[in-house]
């Protein structure tokens, strides 16, 4: 499972990355995650319905490292 949390956050930083006015949206049906996000803040960021959005402004690396944790979380992963 944790190789699917490193292919969506992946695709995440990817549509981040390519967002030319910093605003992307991003859905993943099969996992029910939902996103809308500017560079690193995440103003909708929703795993099964729970809200996991979080702090403006932040690092990218913290930024992964939030969406690992979260999606750890929102997808029930334990290691």
């Known amino acids: ?11 995440i930083n990817k549509l981040r990355k390519n967002a030319s006015k910093g605003w992307y949206i ?3 049906y099969d996992f029910n995650i939902h996103i809308k996000g ?11 319905g729970i809200d996991y959005g979080h702090v403006m402004d932040i690092s990218v690396k913290d930024f992964n490292n ?12 334990t290691t």
């Open 1 to 11: 499972m944790e190789n699917i949390i490193d292919n969506i956050i992946k695709d």
């Open 26 to 28: 991003y859905h993943n």
């Open 38 to 48: 500017y560079k690193t803040w995440l103003q909708i960021y929703k795993i099964n």
């Open 66 to 77: 939030y969406l690992f944790n979260s999606l750890k979380e929102g997808l029930n992963v």
